[in-house]
């Protein structure tokens, strides 16, 4: 994890405005942070110390089972917060959160703004309306597991994972996430690599038509 520094970090401040967010200026305490692929944003049963706002590239929300079980819950985008459940509830167990591409965040420490983040109405508006949406979003993956087949799915789940290219989720994961049974997932991979959309590279694939995926994928959010 790098915090930049300097005339780097008033780059991004510049480039990213927030203060539309907030009803008092943030400029003092504020970082900003950058992961790279697979490093924790916030790792799981520790409660973070900061609000995280994304601003570039994407991360992953996991949970451990009792059994030891790992599920993926959910991805992280561009413009969405990360620490929004800590900041509202006192008790509250953290999720996993894994950056799944390089991921650079603004993040603002709860030691000098979770007073004021918690009496900002400006703020409590724009938080609603986020969550409103991933709640929104939660129940149309329900639904789009019902209503899809798996080839569908598969596409979006694969370019919003894929990182310059590349997919490499392992299968387990995937299946349990979907839904789906190994040998189907396998299968339609298979078809997927006959079609020419990807190709295998090792123990991961290479995205070879991203208009083909992109076709698949956007059946799902015409709905």
Request: proline share 2%; charged share 30%.
């Amino acid at each position: 994890m790098e915090i930049y520094k300097g005339e780097k970090k008033r780059w991004y401040l510049e480039k990213h405005p927030i203060a539309h967010h907030f009803s008092f200026r943030v400029e003092e305490f504020i970082e900003v942070r950058e992961y790279q692929r697979d490093e924790w944003i916030i790792q799981e049963g520790m409660r973070p110390d900061f609000l995280f706002y994304v601003i570039e590239g994407k991360a992953k929300i996991y949970v451990t089972h009792q059994n030891g079980k790992v599920s993926l819950i959910n991805f992280i985008n561009e413009n969405d917060y990360i620490g929004e459940m800590e900041l509202l509830n006192d008790e509250y167990y953290t999720k996993g959160i894994q950056a799944l591409t390089k991921t650079i965040c603004f993040a603002l420490p709860f030691l000098h703004y979770r007073k004021r983040l918690l009496e900002d109405a400006k703020f409590l508006r724009e938080l609603t309306k986020f969550l409103s949406g991933k709640a929104t979003h939660m129940a149309a993956k329900y639904t789009q597991s019902l209503a899809f087949p798996l080839e569908n799915r598969l596409a979006d789940f694969i370019l919003q994972t894929a990182d310059e290219g590349i997919y490499k989720e392992k299968h387990v994961m995937v299946c349990d996430y979907l839904g789906i049974s190994y040998r189907h997932l396998l299968h339609v991979l298979s078809q997927f690599c006959e079609k020419n959309y990807l190709q295998k590279d090792g123990r991961n694939f290479r995205i070879k038509q991203y208009q083909s995926l992109n076709e698949l994928a956007e059946v799902l959010k015409s709905k």
